[in-house]
Every structure is written in C-alpha cells, then in structure tokens.
C-alpha cells in the first residue's frame, strides 16, 4: 500500500508550490492523479516505461492498451511525433487546448509500454489549468489514463478518485468537477482520410467543416472489440458499474412502460433497480432515478458519476434511457454502450 499524498488545488487561485510537491513525484518516475476538463488522470513520465508500467499496475490495465500522452504546448507534439500533416495542424489550432487526442506516427523517444506496442502515439493539449502546469513543472510529457480501476466507470470528482485509489498511487490532486464528463475524442492522423476511433464531446460534425471528410472506425458503432486497440476504450467491456446495465430503446411513454414493468419484476425477487434519464422523465419511474440533466452535453457531463453512484447505493440492475446517435450523443451511446456490455431492450 502507497501512502498517497491528497492535495487540494483551487483551479482559479493554483497553489504552485503545492503542485510542486506532486511535479517532482511524476519526475521521479512515480504516478500522480490530476484532474482535466474530460475526466480525472492517473499519470506518470510517459518516456520512462518503469514509471508507465506503474499505471497499469495501479489500474490493473492489460499493457496492450495504448495510453494518451498529455503536452502543455503545442509545439512539444513535434519532440513526440512524426508526419504531422496540415490537416492536423488544423485541428490543433482549432481545439487545442481541449478535449481531442491525435495519433501520430511516434519518433523512437516514446517506449513501446507508452505506445501499446503500436507505431503510433496518441497526444493531447488539455485545457485545464491544473493538468496543464503539473506537466510543465514535471519538465516530462505525461501519460495519463482516465485515474479508474480498468473496465470501471472513468471519475469525473475528485471524492470518486479518492475512494478508488488511495493507497495505488503517489499523489493525488483534487481539483473541481470536470467540464465534459467524457474522456476526449480520438482521431487517427496517420491515413489519408483521418479516423475517429473513439467519439467524444469534439464532434465528428464539427471537425469535418475545419478538415473535410472523416471516417468512423466501424467498431464504434458495433458490438466487435477492435482486434488491436489503437486507442483506449475500444475494447468491449468498458465504463461498466457492479450492476448490469440494459438501454431500453423506443417512443418515450414505451420506454417508461417498459421499465417500470421490469422494475417491479425485479424487486419481487429482492433485486435494486435503478435508472438513469432525461430530467424531464425523472418523475415517471419507479425505484433509484437519476435525471442526467435537460440536454445532451449535460447528459454526457454527469453519465459516469451516475454509474458511480448507483453502485454507492448497491443498484443490482440499471436501466438507461437511449439518446440521439447524433454529435456528442454518439460519445454518450458509446460509453453507455460498452457500460451495458451491448445489453439493449427494443420496443
């Protein structure tokens, strides 16, 4: 057992000496969590393979999953990466900083652990202020998956990270909620027509009027694993909570039906149920209710900490509305997707 040092850091008065302390942990080749806009990350140098193999010792993460590794400039993709094309560039000045990873083709300087065993390297510019001046003060590009045991729920609050970690890492920074809620979009550089592998709250929609034409990889939108991850979250059981999850698809006064029927099934032979919804729907249903918010963004900014919480309350089964397939809703569908297993109920 690590003994973890918390600290708390306000996002508009940061405490650099604070950070410091945190900065000098990831130097020294040892894991550190911090929060970003998209999710909490669970970092370390990502040019030392001792110090990344600390991550997946600590997430318990197969070593085949590539890690993102995060820059606090711009021009710092360059030190990691090859073949950066104008059309990337685009996107760089477009959203970063922010919520879109881009692979590359890697240089030798980034180990294999880093990369997955892959080529390529994945890279991100966040914007959060306190992600941003841990990397600069580390002096090291950091990796950083979402800071969860592997296949669980990713943490968007500083008091989830700290209930699940404490004791895996060196260093813990609790910074305030996270913006998005969504791990960030990842877009594939390396070919002709780039490829999203894994959708997030930077849309499809809105990158295709900075850079044209852009591809979806087709395990995105199917129940397939892709056969070698070239990015994280592509693997098939994901984001999942204790409970099992089923998305109950079809007109709004079917889908209520539906599950209040399978609600009282359930409780007759002992079993919790619980559901996750559209706040407008939030009064039409039986057992644990947690509205998600009143639009897509606040849906995919508060879905995680849903699933989180209901395992809190011990919920055995979890019922989830389905939302538009459409812009971040294709992240949401995504995530609740991979949370359910593909367990789906069409009416």
């Known amino acids: 057992m690590i003994n973890t040092k918390i600290s708390k850091i306000d996002e508009a008065n940061i405490d650099k000496e604070e950070i410091k302390k945190h900065a000098s942990f990831l130097s020294e080749g040892k894991t550190v969590i911090f929060p970003t806009e998209t999710v909490y990350g669970l970092g370390a140098n990502a040019l030392d393979e001792d110090a990344v193999k600390k991550i997946y010792e600590a997430k318990g993460r ?3 999953n590539p890690l993102i590794v995060h820059i606090c400039e711009k021009d710092e993709v360059n030190t990691l990466a090859t073949d950066i094309n104008e059309k990337a560039k685009k996107l760089m000045d477009e959203f970063w ?3 879109l990873t881009m692979i590359f083709k890697k240089k030798e300087i980034v180990p ?27 002096g090291v590009p950091i990796a950083a998956p979402s800071a969860n045991i592997s296949g669980r729920p ?38 002709e027509k780039p490829m999203i592998l894994r959708p997030g709250s930077v849309t499809k929609e809105q990158m295709e009027e900075i850079i ?11 129940k397939a694993d892709a056969k070698k991850a070239k990015a994280p979250g592509m693997k098939y059981t994901h984001y999942s909570p204790n409970g099992d999850v089923y998305i109950v698809r079809g007109e709004d006064y079917k889908v209520i039906e539906k599950i209040n029927s399978l609600i009282e099934e359930n409780e007759e032979k002992g079993l919790k149920c619980g559901v996750i919804c559209l706040n407008k729907n939030k009064g039409n249903y039986k057992g644990e209710v947690i509205g998600l918010g009143n639009n897509l963004d606040e849906v995919g900014s508060n879905l ?8 809190k309350k011990e919920i055995d089964v979890i019922y989830s509305e389905a939302f538009s397939n459409q812009g971040v809703g294709r992240a949401i569908m995504n995530r609740l997707m991979k949370s359910a297993g593909y367990k789906t109920i069409d009416l």
């Open 112 to 138: 294999q652990r880093t990369s997955g065993g892959l080529d390529t390297v994945a890279i991100r510019m966040p914007s959060n202020p306190v992600a941003r001046e841990i990397i600069r003060q580390s």
């Open 97 to 99: 900083p922010g919520p």
């Open 212 to 222: 044209g034409e852009i591809l979806i990889d087709p395990s995105i939108e199917g």
């Open 304 to 311: 995680f900490n849903s699933l989180i919480e209901m395992d």
């Open 154 to 191: 990713s943490p968007t609050k500083g008091e989830h990270v700290c209930d699940e970690m404490s004791g895996r890492v060196y260093g813990i920074i609790v910074g305030g909620d996270c913006n998005f809620g969504l791990e960030s979009t990842v877009i594939d550089m390396t070919s």
């Open 62 to 64: 197969p070593s085949d």
